[in-house]
């Protein structure tokens, strides 16, 4: 049975094939039944227990095909299963029993695809679709809970509760990688045996490098420059504040000089999406309510976040309690209150004593600012307010890069696929630096620019702001803000 | 006629050899699952999908299959709203979509020669970027490819001013039902020898062959264009405005209908401020190559509207508001179902005088039947979609339904119209067929069929009527 689980978590191309075949009966059971409209004898739903792809959400789908040319894995392989409606229409036949919940193809493709949600973006009749997936994910890692090898299990737990679920813990594996990458020790890990033990030879070979200095949040309180709009709350993340910590410093400065008081609640966590996406809802509610508790008592007006990523999943959290009135209320009222942060200077304004950088910048559109949360004029608005820069756009821009989570680890093959199409994409625009406002896009789209021989640089949108004041300050000969 | 028996091994093998490629030959059940749709509620399942990419492979696999007696469903973007991709007898759904290439855009002879896999704003956004224009806009542009554009004859909001999709179709490529590859019309203007099969394909719907290369004519792109959208307080108002329109001599290039729960719909998606309190407003395009004369057209043409009762009349400021209101206009098919849960879209085309007419007939329908029937559609051309809003899971619901589409058929019929005007006969209308052209035109369009396709292979089930005529029609 492990055998089963893998083929959820790696590319089962060779035994995605023969094994689901339609029976000879059903075949001949279908084709005059077809002639009319299909209605399937009713059977078994596949979903059983808590979270149900919810068929209100599946109907609606009247299967017109818009999504199809935005969805990634669509435009890689033009094959219909790959597809949002093929997904949709898979999802549909697992809750109306006419296909198995564990069967190779459906598992396969709730694992290849990126919930980017470019599909739910465009759709004209309004099929959310991360609801669907998000819960689907979840029904399939249950049943396989059970059937995956020991070791496995040990390290998904290690993963996704563990590592996510506490920050000091994220910290200090993030510390030890640190010093294993200043030491040059990875290649030893490897050789030793030791990382495929665990099985994380890919893990460590495809994580960040991490920064000298983290972001730890100690109940810090940064003052306003100037006059006080709103208190915040800044949610440091785990990968930014350990392997970006740079941007979150930068996202205090930027906000301080733009009339903010920011906070740091040392209660806060991270935002379960890494856990929501991998299929693990459970774990992601108990996240989610630690932070909404750390914002609660915070009292602050805003709950802000720099990672795109995270910022989505903050923002569903109303769905992720969807079955618990208790929490749900107050989910709600606290989605409200998420801001990402280009959403936020956009709104209340930024300080404009911007300094000059020279440069052709192309802007790449994290799938969960542009497609999940529908931003997008607010971080091109922002970019194009430093002087000196140039905007270009370039091709298929909100077109998912491919890092998506843990996408990398579980479908390295397609991953690959769309880092190097973005990179390509990237490059062509002649730009001497890609934008971007997500921690997982800057790694890829890093890694694929290198891989392309580009010498482009991949910055957050409030370095390159930061940077901006810097230059300006320098050139006023005012001291930088601390 | 046809082996209905389960796909034996050696076709299976077969078709492997022919289409060596990864992932070219789908025989999985989940992929069985999703080969089967379009943009209906119809449903199929074939028993292979084949993903070729050539007119080589094509032929073998159609010789294959006529060998074998095996249904073959030709297959671009399923967007169909007709049922025509629908596989009705198992099979093998040949799926055109990785044969995409834009062969040649020729800017001498004003041609584009591309697969049939290619999608219609592909092709749009290539000849554009060298100032030339493909007018055919189907409101599925994004999501709809040439080889369905011309199975389908598909038409657009353009048809008003340019002609539909066969207007365009110089030449064909076509794998016959038995196998052969033939080409058919080219490059030139003129052409008489011999019977016009490109004609007789593009509209087929896949029954008589499968298309593998399609040469198109281009325009160059007129530069100048306005858009405008006119506010009616009725429905009945709008639709004799387009008549008195169209009367008078003014080409517009598109005139869009959206009634009231139409554009409530596409609000919910769109937030375009529509005036969702009316009953009804128009979409105008004018488009040309003076500034001046486009000026002048859409000057004359909002006189016109306040003449014939307009409350407003506003011309959009810039492209990019023009851009969105297409946008919303080419979502409202699926923005329906934010409604109610399903809807059963025609497509009745009937002569502009009659307009009016015709959008009376479809309210007294709707308030007949109890049900909700939004209108829209490429009016100016005389083109309307009105769309029956339900729950098909309700058996009761769903008697109403079908009796008001058969009503909306027969009145489509009674004002001189046809029963389609761009979607296709497919599933949806076949039973309908006899009642619009006739018992002798029919069975002269089956000797056809029968003549190109002796193993009645081709897409089957499609277009000819089930015995026992409209009676027979269920949904
Ligand atoms: C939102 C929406 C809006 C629409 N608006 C319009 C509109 O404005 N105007 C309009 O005309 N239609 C419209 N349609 C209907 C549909 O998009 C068109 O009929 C379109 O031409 C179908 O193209 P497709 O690529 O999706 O083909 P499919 O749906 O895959 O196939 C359509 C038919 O063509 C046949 N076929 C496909 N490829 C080939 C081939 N290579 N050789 C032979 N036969 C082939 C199939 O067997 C089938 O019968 C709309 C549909 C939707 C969902
Ligand atoms: S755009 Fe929406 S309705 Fe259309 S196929 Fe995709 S999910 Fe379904
Ligand atoms: S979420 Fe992204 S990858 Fe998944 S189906 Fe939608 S568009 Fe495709």
Same mark, same amino acid.
């Given at each position: 049975m492990d055998e089963q689980a893998d083929a959820f978590e790696s590319h089962p191309e060779a035994r995605y094939g023969g094994a689901g075949r339609m029976s000879d009966a059903t075949v001949a059971a279908h084709e005059e039944a077809a002639a009319t409209l299909a209605d399937f004898a009713p059977a078994a739903n596949g979903f059983t227990g808590r979270d149900i792809p919810p068929d209100d959400v599946f109907n609606r789908c009247v299967r017109c095909g818009l999504c199809l040319p935005t969805c990634p894995t669509y435009v890689e392989t033009m094959v219909e299963t790959s597809s949002p409606r093929g997904r949709i229409a898979l999802i549909k036949s697992v809750a109306e029993g006419q296909l198995d919940l564990l069967s190779p193809g459906f598992m396969h493709q709730m694992s290849e $695809?990126?919930? $980017?949600r470019a599909c739910e973006a465009v759709c004209p009749s309004g099929v959310e679709y991360g609801k669907l997936l998000e819960p689907a994910r979840t029904q399939v890692n249950r049943a396989l809970e059970q059937e995956r090898g020991p070791i496995k299990n040990f390290v998904r737990h290690l993963l996704l509760h563990v590592l996510f679920g506490n920050l000091a813990i994220m910290r200090l594996v993030s510390r030890v990688l640190w010093l294993v990458q200043r030491l040059g020790l990875q290649a030893f890990a490897q050789k030793s045996g030791l990382a495929r033990l665990f099985g994380m030879e890919k893990m460590i070979d495809l994580a960040p490098r991490m920064s000298d200095t983290f972001f730890v949040a100690r109940d810090q309180r940064w003052e306003a420059t100037g006059a006080k709009k709103a208190t915040v709350f800044l949610h440091g993340g785990c990968i930014m504040a350990t392997a970006f910590a740079e941007i979150d410093f930068a996202t205090v400065r930027v906000l301080q000089r733009a009339g903010c008081e920011v906070l740091a609640p040392a209660a806060q966590g991270c935002c379960g999406a890494i856990t929501v996406h991998a299929g693990d809802m459970d774990a992601g509610r108990e996240l989610a309510k630690r932070n909404i508790e750390a914002f609660e008592q915070s009292g602050a007006d805003y709950y802000i976040i720099n990672a795109a990523g995270c910022g989505s999943t903050l923002k569903e959290y109303g769905h992720l309690f969807h079955e618990d009135p208790q929490w749900h209320a107050r989910a709600v009222r606290f989605a409200a209150k998420v801001r990402d942060i280009t959403e936020f200077l956009d709104e209340i304004g930024i300080d404009e004593n911007l300094g000059r950088i020279e440069a052709t910048v192309t802007y790449q559109e994290p799938c969960h600012l542009v497609h999940a949360q529908r931003i997008t004029q607010a971080p091109r608005n922002l970019l194009r307010k430093i002087p000196g820069l140039t905007l270009v756009e370039m091709d298929e821009s909100s077109l998912c890069c491919g890092s998506a989570g843990i996408y990398n680890l579980t479908q390295p093959e397609m991953s690959q696929r769309l880092m190097e199409r973005k990179a390509k994409n990237a490059a062509a625009t002649g730009a001497s630096c890609c934008a971007t406002a997500n921690p997982g896009c800057q790694l890829q789209v890093q890694a694929g620019l290198r891989r392309e021989g580009s010498e482009m640089s991949v910055r957050h949108i409030i370095e390159l702001l930061d940077e901006s004041y810097r230059v300006g300050d320098a050139s006023r000969g005012t001291p930088a803000t601390p | 006629m046809l082996d209905t028996a389960p796909l034996p091994a050696h076709v299976l093998d077969e078709l492997r050899r022919i289409l060596p490629r990864p992932r070219a030959v789908l025989d999985a059940r989940e992929d069985l699952l999703v080969y089967g749709y379009d943009g209906t509620w119809y449903e199929g399942f074939p028993q292979v999908v084949a993903i070729p990419e050539s007119a080589e492979q094509v032929a073998e696999i159609v010789r294959l299959a006529n060998r074998e007696r095996l249904a073959v469903t030709p297959r671009a973007m399923g967007s169909s709203l007709s049922g025509g991709p629908v596989p009705l007898r198992g099979g093998i759904v040949i799926d055109t979509k990785r044969m995409n290439r834009i062969l040649e855009i020729d800017e001498v002879n004003f041609v584009a020669v591309v697969q049939p896999g290619v999608i219609n704003a592909d092709l749009q956004k290539a000849v554009e970027s060298r100032g030339l224009f493909y007018p055919p806009d189907p409101s599925s542009m994004r999501q709809s490819a040439i080889g369905g554009n011309v199975a389908e004859n598909a038409g657009g909001s353009r048809c008003l001013k340019y002609g539909v999709t066969a207007d365009y179709v110089m030449g064909l490529q076509v794998v016959l039902p038995t196998g052969e590859i033939i080409r058919t019309g080219g490059k030139m203007v003129k052409n008489v020898t011999g019977y016009n099969l490109r004609a007789l394909f593009t509209g087929a719907e896949g029954t008589l062959g499968v298309i593998t290369e399609a040469t198109l004519r281009l325009l160059k792109k007129p530069p100048f264009t306005l858009t405008a959208m006119a506010v009616f307080a009725s429905i009945v108002d709008a639709a004799q405005c387009v008549t008195e329109v169209m009367s008078a001599g003014l080409t517009p290039c598109a005139i869009e209908m959206m009634d009231d729960v139409t554009m409530s719909c596409v609000e919910e998606m769109f937030h375009l401020g529509l005036p969702v309190e009316r009953e009804a407003i128009l979409l105008f395009a004018v488009d040309g190559n003076h500034r001046a004369i486009v000026d002048g057209e859409m000057e004359a043409l909002s006189e016109l509207a306040r003449k014939a009762g307009a409350l407003e009349v506003r011309v959009a400021a810039d492209e990019a508001e023009s851009n969105a209101l297409w946008q919303a206009r080419r979502g409202i098919s699926p923005a329906l179902a934010r409604k109610r849960p399903n809807k059963l879209g025609e497509d009745v085309s009937i002569p502009r005088s009659e307009i009016p007419r015709m959008v009376r007939a479809v309210r007294a329908i709707a308030a007949k039947y109890a049900l909700t029937i939004p209108l829209f559609g490429h009016v100016g051309d005389g083109n309307l979609h009105p769309n029956i809003l339900c729950d098909r899971h309700d058996p009761q619901e769903l008697e109403r339904v079908g009796a008001a589409a058969r009503e909306i058929f027969e009145a489509a019929v009674a004002c001189g119209g046809t029963l389609s005007g761009e979607h296709g006969i497919g599933l949806l209308k076949k039973q309908f067929i006899e009642l619009d052209l006739g018992s002798a035109q029919v069975e002269a369009m089956r000797r056809i069929k029968t003549a190109l396709d002796p193993n009645g292979i081709m897409n089957p089930g499609k277009i000819f009527p089930e015995p026992g005529g409209i009676d027979a029609f269920k949904l």
């Open positions: $695809c990126l919930d $980017c | -």
